[in-house]
C-alpha cells in the first residue's frame, strides 16, 4: 500500500482583490487543492511542478482515501496517485532530490474553485455563471501558489496530454521562473480534428436534458450527456486495438439497454461501461471548462506573443532545456503535433530532444509503460 498522503489547500484573491481572468470575468477568491512529495531544499531550488491531464487530479502519488468537501467524487480508483510509476525515491522524478506539487485545475472538481463551489455572493454554486478558464489563467493562479512558497524559480514542469499545454504555457509566460521542460503527448495549437472531436463532446453535455445550461447542483445531474463524452473521448486515449483486447474480456451487461436499443456485442458494453465509471467521479461543468482549454489552445496567444517565435525565444534566452515525448500510437494528440512544437523551438534556438515511444498502448503510454519514459526524464532532471 502507498504511503498516505492528504490534500492542501491554498487561497489568494479576495472580494477587494479579486481574480481577474483573460475573459474580464473575476473570481473573488480562489482555492487549489495541491499535493507535495519530497522536501523542498534550503536554496528552494529543487522544486518540480506537475501538471495533470484532462480528467486527473492533483493526487499522483500515494494513498489518499478522501478529500474535504469532494463527496462522492472522490471515488476508490482515485485513492492511488495516477504517476506512481514516475514519482518517487529513485524514480524517473526522484523524491529524494526534487520537491514535486502537483495542483487541482482552476474549473476543478476535486478541491479547486470551480462551477461546484459556492460562489459567495449568492450562496449558491457557481453552476453556469463559474466563467471560462484559459491556459494562461491556470499558470498565473499556479504562480500564486510557487510564490508562497518562496520558489522564485522551478527546476522543471512537467506535463502529460492536456498537462502538457499547461506546462508549455507556464515556460513560456514566466520563462525565467523554468529551467528544465518535460512535455509528454501534448501539442502547440489544438488541431482543427481535436476541436470538432471536442465539440461534439460539448454538445452531448448541452443536449442532455438534465444539463439545465449548468445549473443542475440541486437537481439530477446530466449523467447520460458525460457518458456520452466520456464514450467519444476515450476511444482517442486508448488505442483501438487494446481496446479490442479488454473488451473481449467483457460480456454484455443486462442494464446495457437504451431506451430502445439493446447493446449487442462487449465492445459497444465496454465503452458504455467506461462512460458509466467516470460520471461517478467527475463533474460535467468542470469537464465542460477544460475542454473548452483544450480547444482553445494556442501556445502564442497563450503567451501573448506575436509568433512562435517570439514565444520560444524567452525559452532560449532563459536557457531552458526541452523533452518533448510522442507516442508512435497516439490517435489523441498525434505525433505530428510534437513535431511541429520541436520546430517551434528549434527555429527558436531552444535546447530540446524530442523523443519517439513504440507503443500499442496509444495515447495512454505515459500513464500504463513508466519505464519507457523513466531513462529519458532521469537523464534531462539531472542535467
Known amino acids: 500500500m502507498p504511503a498516505e498522503i492528504r490534500t492542501q489547500f491554498f487561497q489568494t484573491g479576495s472580494p477587494t482583490d479579486p481574480v481577474r481572468l483573460r475573459d474580464g470575468a473575476q473570481l473573488p477568491g480562489v482555492t487549489l487543492a495541491y499535493e507535495t512529495w519530497g522536501d523542498l531544499n534550503a536554496d528552494r531550488s529543487n522544486a518540480i511542478f506537475l501538471f495533470h491531464a484532462l480528467s486527473g487530479s492533483h493526487h499522483a502519488v500515494g494513498f489518499n482515501p478522501s478529500i474535504d468537501g469532494i463527496g462522492e467524487l472522490w471515488q476508490p480508483e482515485m485513492h492511488e496517485g495516477w504517476w506512481e510509476g514516475l514519482i518517487g525515491p529513485g524514480k524517473a522524478i526522484d523524491t529524494d532530490k526534487y520537491f514535486v506539487v502537483c495542483a487541482n485545475y482552476l474549473g476543478g472538481c476535486y478541491g479547486s474553485t470551480g462551477p461546484a463551489s459556492i460562489n459567495p455572493v449568492t450562496g449558491k454554486p457557481w453552476g453556469a455563471s463559474f466563467p471560462a478558464v484559459t491556459a494562461a489563467d491556470q499558470v498565473e493562479v499556479f504562480a500564486r501558489l510557487l510564490d508562497h512558497f518562496g520558489i522564485a524559480a522551478l527546476h522543471a514542469v512537467v506535463g502529460p496530454s492536456v498537462g502538457g499545454l499547461i506546462a508549455l504555457t507556464f515556460a513560456t509566460r514566466f520563462a525565467e521562473r523554468v529551467h528544465h521542460v518535460i512535455v509528454i503527448a501534448s501539442g502547440f495549437k489544438t488541431t482543427v480534428l481535436n476541436r470538432l472531436i471536442l465539440f461534439e463532446q ?105 509568433t512562435p517565435l517570439d514565444l520560444f525565444t524567452r525559452a532560449s534566452l532563459a536557457g531552458q532545456r526541452w523533452l518533448v515525448f510522442s507516442i508512435d500510437s497516439d490517435f489523441c494528440f498525434y505525433p505530428e503535433e510534437q513535431a511541429e512544437l520541436v520546430k517551434h523551438l528549434e527555429q527558436a534556438k531552444v535546447e530540446v530532444m524530442h523523443i519517439t515511444v513504440h507503443s500499442d498502448k496509444g495515447h495512454d503510454s505515459f500513464l500504463l509503460e513508466p519505464d519507457l519514459y523513466t531513462p529519458h526524464i532521469a537523464w534531462v532532471l539531472g542535467k
Open 202 to 306: 460539448i454538445l452531448a453535455i448541452e443536449n442532455d436534458p438534465h444539463f439545465n445550461g449548468g445549473d443542475y447542483y440541486d437537481e439530477e445531474a446530466p449523467l447520460y450527456g458525460l457518458v456520452l463524452a466520456r464514450m467519444i473521448s476515450h476511444k482517442t486515449f486508448v488505442h483501438l486495438d487494446a481496446i479490442e483486447r479488454r473488451a473481449r474480456q467483457d460480456v454484455v451487461q443486462p442494464d446495457d439497454v437504451l431506451a430502445w436499443y439493446r447493446v449487442r456485442d462487449q465492445f459497444q458494453s465496454y465503452m458504455l461501461h467506461q462512460g458509466k465509471k467516470f460520471v461517478r467521479r467527475f463533474d460535467a461543468n468542470t469537464y465542460l471548462r477544460i475542454i473548452d482549454l483544450w480547444s482553445c489552445y494556442d501556445a502564442t496567444e497563450e503567451g501573448d506573443a506575436e
